[in-house]
C-alpha cells in the first residue's frame, strides 16, 4: 500500500519535471533517482515485513519436510524388522506343522501296527477256539458212535443167542446188521 503512494507521489513529480516531452528510451536524472529510491524502498519493506514471515515458512516446510523423511525411514526400518520377525514366526510355524504331521504320522502307523496285532491274536483265538469245539464235536461224535455200535452190538449179540440159530442162519443175521447199519 506505502508501494502505490510512492509510485503515485514518483509519477507525479516525473511528469512535472519532464513535462511531457521525453521519449520511453531517454534516459533522465530524476527519474533514475526515484525509480532506485523507490525499489530501496520497497525493498526494505519487503525485507521488514514479507522477507522473514517467507523464510520462517520455508524453514517450517524444510522442517516438516525433513520429519516427514525421517518418519518415513524410521516407519521402512519398523517394517524391515516387522517383516523379519514374521517371516521367523513363520518359518517357526512351518517347523511346528512339519513336527506335528511326522508325530502323527508315526502315531497313526503305531496304531495301525497294534489294530493289526489285536487282530492276529484274535484270529488266532477264534481258530483255536474253532478248531477245540470242532475235535470236542469230533469226539462227542466219535463216543456216541461208539455207543450205538456198542448197543447194535449187543443188540446184534442178543438176537443171535435168542434165535440160537446154526452158522449159516448166524451169518445171514450179521449180514443183515451189518447192512441196516451201512444204511443207518
Given at each position: 500500500?506505502?508501494?502505490?503512494?510512492?509510485?503515485?507521489?514518483?509519477?507525479?513529480?516525473?511528469?512535472?519535471?519532464?513535462?511531457?516531452?521525453?521519449?520511453?528510451?531517454?534516459?533522465?536524472?530524476?527519474?533514475?533517482?526515484?525509480?532506485?529510491?523507490?525499489?530501496?524502498?520497497?525493498?526494505?519493506?519487503?525485507?521488514k515485513f514479507a522477507w522473514k514471515p517467507i523464510l520462517s515458512a520455508l524453514k517450517q516446510r524444510e522442517d516438516a519436510i525433513k520429519d516427514s523423511l525421517e518418519q518415513?525411514?524410521?516407519?521402512?526400518?519398523?517394517?524391515?524388522?516387522?517383516?523379519?520377525?514374521?517371516?521367523?514366526?513363520?518359518?517357526?510355524?512351518?517347523?511346528?506343522?512339519?513336527?506335528?504331521?511326522?508325530?502323527?504320522?508315526?502315531?497313526?502307523?503305531?496304531?495301525?501296527?497294534?489294530?493289526?496285532?489285536?487282530?492276529?491274536?484274535?484270529?488266532?483265538?477264534?481258530?483255536?477256539?474253532?478248531?477245540?469245539?470242532?475235535?470236542?464235536?469230533?469226539?462227542?461224535?466219535?463216543?456216541?458212535?461208539?455207543?450205538?455200535?456198542?448197543?447194535?452190538?449187543?443188540?446184534?449179540?442178543?438176537?443171535?443167542?435168542?434165535?440160537?440159530?446154526?452158522?449159516?442162519?448166524?451169518?445171514?443175521?450179521?449180514?443183515?446188521?451189518?447192512?441196516?447199519?451201512?444204511?443207518?
Amino acid at each position: 500500500m506505502i508501494a502505490n503512494y510512492l509510485f503515485a507521489l514518483l509519477a507525479l513529480v516525473v511528469s512535472e519535471t519532464e513535462g511531457g516531452g521525453g521519449g520511453l528510451l531517454t534516459v533522465s536524472g530524476g527519474l533514475a533517482f526515484w525509480t532506485t529510491l523507490t525499489f530501496i524502498l520497497l525493498l526494505l519493506l519487503l525485507t521488514k515485513f514479507a522477507w522473514k514471515p517467507i523464510l520462517s515458512a520455508l524453514k517450517q516446510r524444510e522442517d516438516a519436510i525433513k520429519d516427514s523423511l525421517e518418519q518415513a525411514e524410521k516407519a521402512r526400518e519398523e517394517a524391515k524388522k516387522i517383516l523379519a520377525e514374521n517371516q521367523s514366526s513363520l518359518a517357526k510355524a512351518e517347523d511346528e506343522s512339519k513336527k506335528i504331521i511326522e508325530q502323527s504320522r508315526v502315531f497313526a502307523d503305531n496304531l495301525k501296527d497294534q489294530l493289526i496285532k489285536e487282530s492276529k491274536v484274535q484270529a488266532q483265538k477264534l481258530i483255536e477256539d474253532a478248531s477245540s469245539e470242532i475235535e470236542r464235536k469230533q469226539t462227542a461224535a466219535f463216543d456216541e458212535l461208539k455207543n450205538q455200535i456198542a448197543e447194535i452190538a449187543v443188540n446184534a449179540a442178543e438176537k443171535i443167542l435168542r434165535e440160537n440159530l446154526d452158522a449159516e442162519k448166524n451169518k445171514k443175521l450179521v449180514d443183515k446188521y451189518i447192512n441196516e447199519i451201512s444204511k443207518n
